[in-house]
Nanobody, 119 residues
Framework: QVQLVESGGGLVQAGGSLRLSCSAS????????MAWYRQGSGKERELVAT???????NYVDSVRGRFTMSRDNAKNTVYLQMNNLKPEDTAVYYC?????????????WGQGTQVTVSS
């Protein structure tokens, strides 16, 4: 089992920055993959960034160059630094952890944190 708690959301003007945090209830080194997703109002949840246990990080095209995902293993926390925010980044942001047990994937989600970008 993994509990994930996001924080750091809020209201910011376009061009501003926010840093989201995702704190895990266990060592993130033991979690095979961590990811950030977002869901805008009336939209499907979409992948924003992923980080695997080897440290490889990938971003969706719409945020590449503006968002940076990082991990602090000592704090069991994953971050999403968001710069040059745009109104279209407005969404609830979710953290997901994936644990592999044999060939079975277990996905764990946080409760989400709201990010609102005003124009």
């Amino acid at each position: 089992q993994v509990q994930l708690v996001e924080s750091g959301g809020g209201l910011v003007q376009a061009g501003g920055s926010l840093r989201l945090s995702c704190s895990a209830s266990r060592s993130i080194s033991s979690i095979n993959g961590m990811a950030w997703y977002r869901q805008g109002s009336g939209k499907e949840r979409e992948l924003v960034a992923t980080s695997d246990s080897g440290g490889s990080i990938n971003y969706v095209d719409s945020v590449r160059g503006r968002f940076t995902m990082s991990r602090d293993n000592a704090k069991n926390t994953v971050y999403l630094q968001m710069n040059n925010l745009k109104p279209e980044d407005t969404a609830v942001y979710y953290c997901k952890g994936t644990v592999l047990v044999g060939s079975v994937k277990y996905n764990y989600w946080g409760q989400g944190t709201q990010v609102t970008v005003s124009s």
